[in-house]
């Protein structure tokens, strides 16, 4: 069973920056496309980027030019650059193994607070 814990989030001011990881357990997971979603509370979780196993990527439109997606195949770890962070990025962040329309595997979520 895959494995995969968060790290990185915290509580930073409007304009800052994180830098958020994912290590994943397995063989797997460079044949698997990565994503990172977030839930604010009263919200439905969001998918806010993704990268494919070829290292494509995909950002929602709140995020675009604001945080970057990479992966490590080497360390079966992703990450998310977040800059330039806005309170309405005030989630928790998931990470997800397996494209957003499969069941695929979830990580504990990590807290994010972007202050004003």
């Known amino acids: 069973q895959v494995q995969l814990v968060e790290s990185g989030g915290g509580l930073v001011q409007a304009g800052g920056s994180l830098r958020l990881s994912c290590a994943a357990s397995g063989s797997i997971f460079r044949f698997n496309t990565m994503g990172w979603y977030r839930q604010a509370p009263g919200k439905q979780r969001e998918l806010v980027a993704s990268?494919?196993?070829?290292?494509?990527?995909n950002y929602a439109d709140s995020v675009k030019g604001r945080f970057t997606i990479s992966r490590d195949n080497a360390k079966n770890t992703v990450y998310l650059q977040m800059n330039s962070l806005k309170p309405e990025d005030t989630a928790v962040y998931y990470c997800?193994?397996?494209?957003?329309?499969?069941?695929?595997?979830w990580g504990q979520g990590t807290q994010v607070t972007v202050s004003s």
């Open positions: 990268i494919t196993s070829g290292g494509s990527t």
């Open positions: 997800k193994q397996g494209a957003a329309r499969a069941v695929g595997s």
